[in-house]
């Protein structure tokens, strides 16, 4: 046996090569580190309904509660036949996930072996070049075309040996939105061997003169598959829901890999009223709308660029050094303001900030008035 702190090395060399997910603080940690009350924090740093749960999944979740001595259902019979129901597609185009980045990890694991390729976007989200890594795949990152997506430059990117390429749409951290045309084009040019995941993660935020309908295109496509989420629009972040939706091919193949319990059965039970529950949607929707256009007129008045965006968070440049995103969080974190840096995505002097309730982004804005003084 070798003894404590020897040499030895364990696991893959592609393994060790990752930098593990950098999360949004939780409000308690600042409160420790900066000696803050928990009830003065404003959190705008994880994409969250600033309305929280729906009321309609909290009764749910106290109903489904009661029987948490039981495994959940594994095949999740209730919530397919609700998103059936909601999208016209068959149960087994389903696969449910623990949250969305589950479904983007179960594509990884599924399709792509070590050494091939995986495709994706300079400043998309970071589980991409996480899913990436885990599965020993090569990374290619296409140079952003003014913080979105290049498509055209995705799909010239594609090589014999990809196997898979992730678009955001919405983008996150930039918030940068690909019309449907763009996408239709690159699904028609896509080779047939490449799968496309399309994560909608910020769907629901959409105008309406932005949607499109991206299940009729999984009808079209067998390598297209679909990825949304309880998280967001319907304010479950702390259940980790999500779902995918593609041909039954590459659906059962991901339902090979994926746990048998993966989505627990409180996360189940909120999802299916979530869903039913289009007052809160709208809700959420209209509160985004006020809110996002708040943090733009401040951001106007104060000088700060700024990414336009189409999900529940806005991209700001809050200085011309590559200090600057650092040094600004931790002014905001001083008073009590918890936003993103995004210095891990290659962004060090922007701030990724979360659309909260007209108070909190009134609080953030002065707090960022403060910081930048
Ligand atoms: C938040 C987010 C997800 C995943 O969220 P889950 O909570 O795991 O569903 C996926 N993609 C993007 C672009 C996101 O911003």
Known sequence: ???QGGNVRFGP???RAISPYVAGKPIAEVAREFGLDEAGIVKLASNENPLGMPESARRAVAAAAADLGRYPDANGFELKAALSARFGVPADWLTLGNGS???LELAAHALVQPGEAIVYAEYSFAVYALATQE????????RARDYGHDLDAMAAAITADTRLVFIANPNNPTGTFLPAGQIAAFLAKVPSHVVVVLDEAYNEYLEPAQQYDSIEWVRRYPNLLVSRTFSKAYGLAGLRVGYAVAQPALTDLLNRIRQPFNVNSLAQAAAIAALGDAAF???SAELNRAGKAQ???AFERLGLEYVPSSGNFVLVRVGDDDEAGNRVNLALLKQGVIVRPVGGYKLPRWLRITVGLPEENAACIAALETALK
């Open 281 to 283: 949607l709208r809700e």
């Open 1 to 3: 046996m070798a003894e």
């Open 101 to 103: 980045n589950d479904i």
């Open 295 to 297: 943090l733009a007129g």
């Open 135 to 142: 599965v020993g795949a090569r990374a290619i990152e296409v």
């Open 13 to 15: 060399d592609y393994v």
